[in-house]
């Protein structure tokens, strides 16, 4: 099983920690490097190989993983040489991709079980199968509804339920066959092509352990929780990382 890791972002958002490190390499629990804990859940899921597309700091990112051999895994790299955002990356490579495979964020902590994600795409048929969790959202006013000048409803703090995309998701190389290599392309123009073509991606529900690793706030979050969350985040007998 394949997957491809979309490592090359600059880390804005959670900058100070990104001016000198690449967000996948961020320590969490002072012993694992966020990319350091997804490959070894890919591994423990059966996964075989991974490509990681890199850009910021991707030299650190090639030194700290290497071949993937201490994970377990086969590691190549597509290295960007301007910002292809988070689906353009695939494009130059898909003739050296499986007919079906993952794609996903590599700042992302979940328990998440990767391989029955990528199954379940397989077996559905879909183009894309997005994997989604439930959020909520609650607004810290009163929400009105206007037709005009007239308010037609009020709504005192309401509690607003979402599914949001987790960055992580099975793909179809056929999916992507005809999108030109080298151009920049997102995720969010994806499914938005996809839904205007009449070929609506599938959602897979999950509500396990989900943080995605965006900002300051996110990565004193996963910090706090880590040792809470070690065993599950882990596979069993794991060796700290260096």
């Known amino acids: 099983m394949h997957v491809v890791i979309m490592a090359g972002g600059a880390g804005v958002r959670l900058r ?13 629990g002072e012993s694992y490097a966020i990319l350091e804990i ?25 030194a700290f993983v290497g071949d993937g051999s201490r994970f377990g895994l086969a590691v190549d790299y597509v290295e960007e040489d301007r910002p292809l955002s ?7 490579i898909r003739d050296h991709l499986p007919e079906h495979f993952l794609v996903m ?48 409803s009020f709504s005192e703090k309401p509690v607003l339920h979402y599914r949001v995309s987790m960055g992580v998701y099975g793909l179809s190389r056929n999916t992507i066959a ?22 609506p ?19 004193d979050e996963a910090n706090r929780c880590f040792a809470e969350l070690r065993d599950v985040l882990l596979p069993a007998g794991a060796p700290a990382g260096a």
């Open 86 to 92: 988070t689906i353009g990356p695939l494009f130059g």
């Open 105 to 152: 964020n590599g700042d992302v902590l979940t328990d998440l079980d990767y391989a029955d994600l990528l199954a379940t795409h397989t077996r559905s048929g879909a183009p894309l199968t997005v994997a989604t969790y439930r959020r909520t959202v609650k607004i810290d006013f009163g929400v009105l509804e206007l037709a005009g000048d007239k308010i037609t």
């Open 38 to 62: 997804v490959l070894r859940q890919l591994a423990g899921r059966g996964f075989t190989h991974v490509t990681l597309a890199i850009n910021h700091l991707g030299a650190l990112i090639r």
């Open 178 to 199: 005809h999108y030109p290599a080298g151009q920049p392309f997102g995720f969010d123009q994806l499914v938005l092509d996809l839904l205007g073509r009449g070929e």
């Open 16 to 28: 100070p920690y990104t001016s000198t490190l690449p967000k996948p390499l961020v320590p969490i």
């Open 201 to 219: 991606p599938a959602g897979y529900e999950f509500d396990g352990y989900w943080l995605d690793i965006g900002r300051p706030e996110d990565y």
